[in-house]
């Protein structure tokens, strides 16, 4: 029978194997030291973090204001979606420590989405107006996007990475301006204001991997927008040489390049590096 190894023994091996990938892929590497970390700031935050997340069901509903708003539009930022009800006393009591999260982190690329379950604009109007809250109340009249996300109960959070995938769920009222949530949110976010996803989901980079160009032009013909930085992915739309794209984020899968983009038609996906010309760097 083989002998089991020690803590010691196993512990060299991943060391070294991770030596290894390293020197392959530096990337990949970086992600697979980040990961232990961020797993724990989730567990620290109250957070279940979904592994591998499935796409985020779309939406686009209006505010309170009349204006439309879609998850969509929100793609390269890290996404607060939270569902809620005036009558419900967890989501009153949650609702100003959201406000003080979104306040604290919208300018380094937090979307928060309030969306309201079955209720009139103008009680929910009133509802924010009483409250002093500053983050965007969707109306989900008919209870539809509810039942996408399988929402029954409120309040209920997703977190949705820049991808447009969900990483975390929280059933249940929380303050979200705690210190362990705020922590969080910071790594998340990363000194670059934008998270990223890869092919093996959420990976906790937040910075982008090298500064991202003005404008990219699609090089030729029927080049493929991908869902994921992912060539087997799903093809949002088929690009036209010499489209402009606007990017949002930029990172690395193997030993290709991708770039987060959107197409002046409004959609958003990645696009590999080879596939556009670059106009100029940010500065």
């Not at 996408?148 to 447009?164: M, R, S």
């Not at 040489?241 to 690395?252: C, F, G, H, V, Y």
Request: glycine share 10%.
């Amino acid at each position: 029978m083989p002998k089991k190894l020690s803590g010691y023994a196993r512990t060299i091996i991943v060391i070294a194997l991770l030596s290894f990938l390293w020197r392959l892929d530096p990337v990949f590497a970086q992600q697979q030291m980040a990961r232990p970390a961020i797993d724990e700031l989730f567990k620290k935050a109250g957070l279940s973090k979904v592994n591998q997340g499935n796409l985020a069901a779309d939406f686009a509903l209006r505010d309170v204001n009349g204006n439309s708003l879609s998850l969509t539009g929100s793609r390269g930022n890290l996404t607060f979606v939270n569902f809620w009800a005036t009558w419900c006393g967890p989501c009153r009591d949650e609702m100003p420590s959201m406000n003080r999260l979104y306040r604290e982190m919208s300018e380094r690329g937090l979307a928060m989405l309030a969306i309201n379950k079955r209720e009139n604009g103008a009680q929910v109007a009133n509802f924010m107006r009483s409250m002093g809250l500053s983050f965007p109340a969707l109306l989900d009249l008919d209870g539809r996007v509810s039942s996408a996300y399988q929402v029954y109960g409120l309040p209920t959070t997703f977190l949705i990475d820049g991808g447009g995938r969900i990483i975390a769920k929280r059933s249940g009222a929380k303050e979200w301006a705690s210190r362990e949530v705020m922590n969080l949110f910071d790594a998340l976010l990363g000194s670059g204001g934008r998270t990223q996803t890869g092919v093996a989901g959420f990976e906790g980079i937040g910075a982008a991997a090298a500064p991202l160009a003005i404008a990219l032009i699609v090089k030729s013909h029927g080049v493929a927008l991908h869902g994921q930085q992912d060539a087997q992915s799903e093809v949002i739309v088929r690009l036209d040489r010499d489209d402009q794209l606007a990017p949002i984020a930029n990172a690395s899968s193997g030993a290709e390049a991708w770039y987060m983009v959107k197409t002046q038609a409004g959609a958003v996906g990645w696009i590999r590096a080879t596939e556009v010309d670059e106009v100029a760097k940010k500065k």
